[in-house]
């Protein structure tokens, strides 16, 4: 069983009582300064805040607080260089290296990213704030930046769970993440997929991949119990959504195939009353994700959302009414029919996703300057490249793992230009319709890839 | 080469195919220019296209100069067989991978080659194959100068994928002027120079990166139609996939 007070308490658990969230994006000024505060991090000394481990003992905390180093961060406070000769290239070379694996092209480069990501090498930690409340952010920020020798506050970004669960695209999110072998269950949900080995999240450990180990820092102190993380702020354009989906709903209107896709008076099955073009909506809306926006899966449930179907408990073996090309589906195939058949269950990813900006009000459609809101994403996992990087380049643009959607991309998320994409509508006959012209509804606004160490690890830095 | 009016453009314009010239160019007058201005190797593969359904059919080519010891016909002879005695790993490695089109294993001049086109991203296609065939990968890597610090490869995995690229011959642009493009992003530089990138007069920026990366791929390779992947081919052939 792993010792859970060695990991950083964001990696197995998802806070989901503490809805606000501030990321603190900070750049070593003395590195003296900044590694005694990493040093008095690890037991709340001196009034920095104290890491959150895996492991809360009796008490919960009113707070958590984490963090995650940059290769530059590794850097700064000068891990020496057989240490640093140990990370993966994708980690040392940045996100921003990497920006055509991620589909971050044309006005998503990093080019166009703003401050504090206009300048990737100047971001060395990013430390992450979980509250009740607002007031609680402001003083475990005021206590972590008591000290100006260490740390050199770049810019904040934040976000705030809304209620339910549902995020920016109107889904309900947050279902589910992946269960690991020696880790107690805390979800407890039925999952047809089978127990995650642990080495898929944590450095040291057996992978998914039979035989392989990723690379683990030394020394082992340093490298051990530790992970990666992209952290992303993902825009997403929820007045555009909405409103290809209305375009959608009226092509399928008039579509001669529109009626298998639903049946004249099964409008209201689908919960939006009896209005066909609302109904359309919901159904276009459900087939690009791959769950109803409730969280009912297309796999167990095709025809309509359904409350008492299992958000979890489901697979794509055989036939399934869930879209090749569905968003859920393309980042986790489960154990569907894959091209690359090793590679079911080994590019999994843990997310703690959370939103920032105001809900969007569809009472007020379609206005032309829509503050900015999206996503502020970690995606966690023990190899950028073989779990972040591989899931994005083949699986979400590109559609390498099916020959029926290879050459498109991910109808939410992924790099979409109206002139080329496409998306095949599954209909019960067997055919599809294949709906076009839809845009980017995701634009990358930020990011960077973070090395999220144990407690050991911090103790370790701190003690350099 | 344009024509020159005076004797003297004539004659200038005529040196590059004279004997003499030729030797004083190749043992004196490059060498002093990559004196003067050094010229880092380019890094090899495919260029990802920023159109993702456009990375199909990417082409690898590794060049693998055997170890000392087996630069002979018995190391060459042994090399061959590391391959034939793999053959059937090999087909079910193809076959789980899913990605790859060809493998070709070439021995030329105590270098082993492997020649393949794969679809999709570089690393993720080498990481599956050491995750399904890592040992014929072993066996091969071992007689290989420098191979021994990256094998057994599924303990090594990302320094392999790192040697592999490595070992990728540099894929020269069909057009010219990305080549200069990738000389200069890998410098750092922004701008294009426009010194010396007349491209009919065989620049001096092209032969000393042909001097820099000796063995190179003249263009990504050609098709006859545009990319599929493998299990588009197949299923479209009716082999499942």
């Known amino acids: 069983m792993i010792n859970l007070a060695d990991l950083q308490g964001n990696i197995l658990r998802g806070y989901t009582n503490k809805p606000h969230v501030r990321y603190l994006i900070l750049e070593v000024v003395e590195r003296s300064a900044a590694r005694r505060w990493l040093a008095d991090s690890v037991s709340g000394r001196n009034g920095v805040p104290r890491i959150t481990s895996g492991d809360w003992g009796a008490n919960r905390p009113d707070t958590c607080f984490n963090i995650g180093l940059t290769y530059e961060g590794l850097r700064a406070l000068g891990t020496p260089s057989a240490s640093l000769k140990m990370f993966p290239n994708e980690f040392v070379e940045g996100m921003t290296a990497r920006a055509s694996k991620l589909g971050d092209?044309?006005?998503?480069?990093?080019?166009?990213?703003?401050?504090?990501?206009?300048?990737?090498?100047?971001i060395h930690l990013i430390a992450?704030?979980?509250?009740?409340?607002?007031?609680?952010?402001n003083e475990v920020q005021k206590r972590a930046l008591t000290d100006a020798k260490a740390f050199k506050l770049l810019d904040t970004r934040e976000g705030y769970n809304f209620p339910g669960d549902f995020v920016h695209f109107g889904y309900r999110d947050n279902i589910t993440q992946p269960r690991f072998e020696g880790v107690p269950d805390s979800q407890r949900h039925p999952d047809r997929q089978p127990k995650a080995p642990l080495g898929t999240v944590l450095l040291?450990?057996?992978t998914n991949l039979e035989g392989l180990m990723w690379r683990v820092p030394h020394p082992i102190a340093l490298g051990h119990?530790?992970?990666?993380?992209?952290?992303?702020?993902?825009?997403?354009?929820?007045?555009?959504?909405?409103?290809?989906?209305?375009?959608?709903a009226f092509y399928l209107f008039v579509h001669p195939k529109g009626g298998e896709l639903l049946p004249h008076g099964d409008e209201e099955k689908i919960g939006k009353g009896p209005s066909r073009h609302a109904a359309l909506r919901e159904i276009v809306a459900a087939n690009l994700c791959g769950r109803w926006r409730d969280g009912t899966p297309l796999a167990l449930s095709g025809d309509a959302p359904d409350p008492d179907a299992s958000r979890t408990d489901f697979d794509y073996i055989g036939e399934s009414r869930c879209p090749h090309g569905a968003h859920i589906r393309r980042c986790n195939p489960r154990g569907g029919q894959i091209v690359q058949r090793i590679a079911n269950n080994s590019r999994r990813l843990v997310r703690r996703g959370v939103p920032y900006g105001p809900p969007y009000d569809p009472a007020k459609p379609f206005e032309r300057d829509e503050p900015e809101r999206g996503l502020l994403g970690n995606f966690i996992g023990a190899s950028l490249g073989a779990q972040f990087e591989a899931m994005s380049c083949d699986w979400l643009n590109l559609g390498l793992q099916d020959p029926r959607i290879t050459g498109s991309n991910d109808p939410i998320s992924g790099a979409n230009d109206p002139g080329t994409s496409w998306f095949d509508l599954p209909l019960k006959s067997?055919?599809?319709?294949?709906?076009?012209?839809?845009?980017?509804?995701?634009?990358t606004r930020g990011g960077a890839y973070t090395f999220l160490p144990s407690l050991k690890a911090i103790e370790y830095l701190g003690s350099l | 080469m344009p024509n020159g009016g005076s004797w003297l453009d004539q004659y200038v314009n005529e040196l590059p195919k004279k004997p003499w010239f030729k030797r004083a160019g190749a043992w004196i007058l490059v060498p002093f220019w990559a004196w003067r201005t050094p010229v880092k190797p380019l890094p090899g593969g495919a260029r990802p296209s920023i159109q993702p359904g456009e990375n199909l059919q990417s082409m690898m080519n590794l060049i693998m100069p055997l170890k000392k010891e087996n630069k002979s016909p018995i190391g060459r002879a042994k090399a061959a067989l590391a391959i034939a005695e793999n053959k059937?790993?090999?087909?079910?490695g193809l076959d789980n991978v899913g990605t790859v089109h060809f493998a070709r294993f070439v021995i030329v001049n105590d270098n082993i080659c492997m020649f393949s086109v794969y679809d999709g991203d570089f690393s993720n296609y080498i990481r599956d194959f050491i995750a399904t065939i890592g040992s014929v990968f072993n066996a091969v890597v071992e007689l290989v100068e420098g191979g021994d610090d990256v094998i057994p490869c599924e303990e090594n995995v990302e320094a392999f994928i790192q040697w592999i690229h490595e070992h990728d011959l540099y894929q020269v642009p069909d057009t010219a002027t990305d080549f200069l493009r990738d000389q200069e992003a890998l410098n750092g530089d922004r701008a294009v120079s426009p010194v010396n990138d007349d491209l009919t007069l065989l620049p001096r920026k092209m032969v000393l990166q042909l001097r820099a990366n000796a063995n190179v791929s003249l263009g990504s390779g050609y098709r006859a139609y545009p990319g599929f992947s493998v299990a588009q081919v197949r299923k479209q052939l009716g082999l499942g996939w």
Do not use: C, M
Not at chain 1, 109 to 122: C, Q, T, V
Not at chain 1, 430 to 443: H, K, N, Q
């Open chain 1, 225 to 248: 119990n530790g992970t990666f993380n992209a952290f992303r702020v993902l825009q997403q354009d929820v007045a555009g959504f909405e409103q290809y989906l209305d375009q959608a």
């Open chain 1, 430 to 443: 067997g055919g599809t319709i294949r709906l076009p012209g839809f845009p980017e509804f995701v634009s």
């Open chain 1, 105 to 122: 092209v044309g006005p998503n480069a990093p080019e166009n990213w703003p401050k504090p990501f206009n300048e990737p090498k100047r």
């Open chain 1, 204 to 206: 040291g450990h057996p």
């Open chain 2, 88 to 92: 059937d790993q090999i087909f079910a």
């Open chain 1, 128 to 137: 992450t704030i979980y509250a009740e409340n607002v007031e609680q952010l």
